[in-house]
């Protein structure tokens, strides 16, 4: 489970974060929706520590990620946007690399990576190095080595940012599969349909606040609009930034 | 500790699977500097050989005019050759390296017991002429002398009266030390090939990590950044260590093909001087890694890093254009100053000379507390947000 409350963060004079509050549930796939600039990235890239917040707190499991970041660390599986792979690695070894960072033992590494080449269909270029890879099988090896350690909960940021169609859908399969073995799963997306197809909770961001906080059938019956794009256009209050 | 040696072990395979890295740091890195090294040096000693031992080319304007000179510098393994018609403007021209001009009335002044000038036409400014120029003027003082004896003698006067003072050279000088100047530039070049030799893991592992997108993934992984940190320094090292190895090892193989023993010098490059070469170099191996890897963090990509670092070159020769300009007697606190330390050590381990166990001490110590400075700003510059973000 992750707790976020009241996450302030500025660069300088500019707001990026102003008191995002909201919870992800385990056995829950929760949507933070916004258009391009309005926090997404910089409210996970606290949550996965990369960043400090001004002021807020964020727990993960309970944990206080400003007291005991490495064991935030430690429960989050993260699929930030920069998703870059060793070329000079094979698939396994990139995947291996990040299992050795956990601490895992070598056995625990292979059965992990066996499984997750077979569940995320990889057995094609799993041995080859990455150099070449397409975006797909960049994101998938990128999937495999984030969730090598089984963490309780998983934090992708625009998980489908560049793929084709095909593989679009068999991430948001792959993200219910998540969401079935009771983890709590948090995606970021700019993308009305997805989170409406997959989301349990969608959290809607704007210049940095958060906007609305509901199931989806609750944001529709909340702004009059029966479609959900239509109810995220009037929540964030432009069309500016909004790509489907 | 244990993840620091993951990202140590992973850094270093990754890098070795990439050929322009192998190949820079551990063969051109090491292998560059001796080959040039030995191409200038050989040069340089098969030319001195050949000009010391090959009859003197010389062409002479007016060589009617003294033929008794003519005939004794013909002697002495001169070759006479008829002038140029502007004698001054071969020379500029660098047609000729000396010209000697003998005016008319030579042969006059030397009968009236005058001194009779010749002139020598050289450029002063054109170092390869000099040693013919030095040959040409001892054969001329020779002849001087021989003559002014005779003069002597024929007024009846010993010839030992114009030389009130006898002067006896004792050179000090080894065969070991006279190479040295020769070899002066040999700490640059083990210095320079540790620079090279890290110099690609340096960026690799930061600026580069940071432009491929992958050191945000690598720092959402729950171990501290300093060890992150410290395994890519350490993996940076170690290819700059390995580097200033190989070029030891290249070196001392060298050494053993060039002639320096006709010249009368000797380079010797045997354990001792391996062992001690090693021992100053392990942390200055360390420090110029940190430093790179400290200017690599700074720079926004892969490219600006290569160009900061590279002007980094230039850090290493410092020390030893101090030395050149200031010719400061070697002191005990020298050792401390890291570069400093490692060139005078090097330098008296090529002269033959002791190099005092509290030196070694001194500035392998100091060049680690140096090292470990600029880990500290290092990690400083990691533990940054700025870092982490690749755009």
Same mark, same amino acid.
């Given at each position: 489970m992750i707790e976020i409350k009241q996450l302030h963060k500025t660069f300088g004079k500019v707001v990026a974060v102003d008191d995002v509050s909201f919870i992800a549930r385990d056995g829950e796939i929760t949507g933070l929706l916004g258009p391009n600039g309005a926090g997404k990235t910089t409210t996970l890239r606290c949550l996965y520590t990369l960043m400090k917040p001004v002021r807020g707190q964020?727990?993960?499991?309970?944990?206080?990620?400003?007291?005991?970041?490495v064991s935030v660390r430690r429960r989050l599986g993260v699929l930030p946007d920069a998703r870059g792979l060793y070329k000079r690695l094979t698939a396994r070894e990139?995947?291996?690399?990040?299992?050795?960072?956990?601490?895992?033992?070598?056995?625990?590494?292979?059965?992990?990576?066996?499984?997750?080449?077979?569940?995320?269909d990889m057995r094609d270029f799993a041995d080859r190095r990455t150099e070449g890879f397409s975006q797909g099988q960049r994101v998938k090896t990128a999937i495999a080595r984030a969730l090598i350690h089984d963490p309780k909960n998983v934090i992708l940021d625009e998980p489908t940012n560049g793929l084709d169609v095909m593989a679009t859908r068999a991430m948001r399969e792959f993200l219910k599969r998540l969401k079935g073995e009771g983890r709590c799963v948090l995606f970021s997306s700019h993308i009305m349909q997805e989170v409406a197809a997959l989301c349990d909770r969608i959290v809607v961001i704007a210049k940095g606040r958060v906007v609305a906080d509901e199931s989806p059938q609750a944001l529709r019956d909340q702004t009059g609009e029966a479609n959900l794009?239509?109810?995220?256009?009037?929540?964030?209050?432009?069309?500016?930034?909004?790509?489907? | 500790m244990k993840a620091t040696l993951v990202v140590f072990l992973k850094e270093v395979r990754e890098n070795l699977r990439d050929r322009r890295t192998v190949i820079n740091s551990l063969i051109t890195g090491p292998l560059m500097a001796p080959i040039i090294f030995v191409i200038l040096i050989n040069t340089l000693i098969t030319r001195e050989l050949d000009k010391a031992e090959k009859p003197l080319p010389l062409p002479v304007v007016g060589a009617?005019?003294?033929?008794?000179?003519?005939?004794?510098?013909?002697?002495?393994?001169?070759?006479?050759?008829?002038?140029?018609?502007?004698?001054?403007?071969?020379?500029?021209?660098?047609?000729?390296?000396?010209v000697l001009r003998i005016p008319a009335d030579f042969e006059k002044a030397w009968d009236k017991g005058e001194p009779a000038q010749v002139e020598v036409i050289f450029d002063e400014s054109q170092r390869d002429a000099g040693s013919s120029v030095g040959r040409l003027r001892g054969l001329l003082d020779q002849y001087s002398q021989r003559g002014g004896a005779l003069r002597l003698l024929a007024r009846g006067l010993s010839p030992s009266i114009t030389k009130p003072l006898a002067i006896a050279d004792r050179d000090q000088s080894t065969p070991q030390s006279r190479s040295s100047g020769l070899f002066s530039m040999l700490p640059y070049f083990f210095i320079l090939g540790g620079f090279i030799g890290g110099m690609a893991l340096a960026i690799d592992t930061t600026a580069g990590e940071r432009e491929r997108q992958s050191l945000e993934p690598l720092l959402a992984n729950p171990v501290p950044r300093w060890q992150i940190l410290a395994g890519k320094l350490g993996a940076t090292t170690a290819f700059a260590i390995a580097t200033v190895f190989l070029s030891i090892i290249a070196?001392?193989?060298?050494?053993?093909?060039?002639?320096?023993?006709?010249?009368?010098?000797? %380079?010797?490059?045997? =354990?001792?001087?391996?062992?001690?070469?090693?021992?100053?170099? /392990? *942390? @200055?191996?360390?420090? #110029?890694?940190?430093?790179?890897?400290?200017v690599a963090a700074f720079a926004k990509s892969y490219r600006e890093a290569q160009t900061y670092v590279s %002007?980094?070159?230039? =850090?290493?020769?410092?020390?030893?254009?101090?030395?050149?300009? /200031? *010719? @400061?007697?070697?002191? #005990?606190?020298?050792?401390?100053?890291?570069?400093?330390?490692?060139?005078?050590?090097?330098n008296r381990l090529l002269r033959g000379d002791y190099v005092p166990a509290?030196?070694?001490?001194?500035?392998?110590?100091?060049?680690?507390?140096?090292? @470990?400075?600029?880990?500290?700003?290092?990690?400083?510059?990691?533990?940054?947000?700025?870092?982490?973000?690749?755009a």
């Open positions: 964020i727990l993960v499991d309970g944990i206080d990620a400003s007291t005991d970041p990139n995947i291996a690399y990040f299992g050795q960072l956990h601490g895992l033992d070598d056995k625990t590494i292979r059965t992990r990576t066996d499984a997750a080449i077979v569940g995320l794009e239509d109810a995220f256009v009037k929540l964030i209050g432009t069309d500016e930034g909004l790509a489907a | 009617e005019n003294a033929p008794n000179l003519v005939a004794a510098l013909k002697q002495q393994n001169v070759e006479i050759k008829p002038g140029p018609a502007d004698a001054e403007r071969a020379v500029h021209e660098q047609d000729e390296d000396v070196f001392s193989i060298v050494g053993q093909l060039m002639p320096t023993e006709k010249i009368g010098m000797s %380079l010797e490059i045997g =354990v001792r001087f391996v062992a001690c070469t090693l021992f100053v170099m /392990l *942390p @200055l191996a360390a420090l #110029l890694a940190a430093l790179q890897t400290l %002007l980094m070159m230039l =850090v290493p020769v410092i020390p030893t254009l101090i030395l050149t300009v /200031l *010719p @400061l007697k070697q002191q #005990l606190w020298m050792y401390a100053v890291p570069l400093m330390g490692q060139q005078m050590t090097i509290s030196g070694l001490v001194l500035s392998f110590v100091c060049t680690s507390i140096a090292v @470990l400075i600029l880990c500290a700003l290092t990690v400083r510059i990691y533990r940054s947000e700025r870092l982490a973000i690749s």
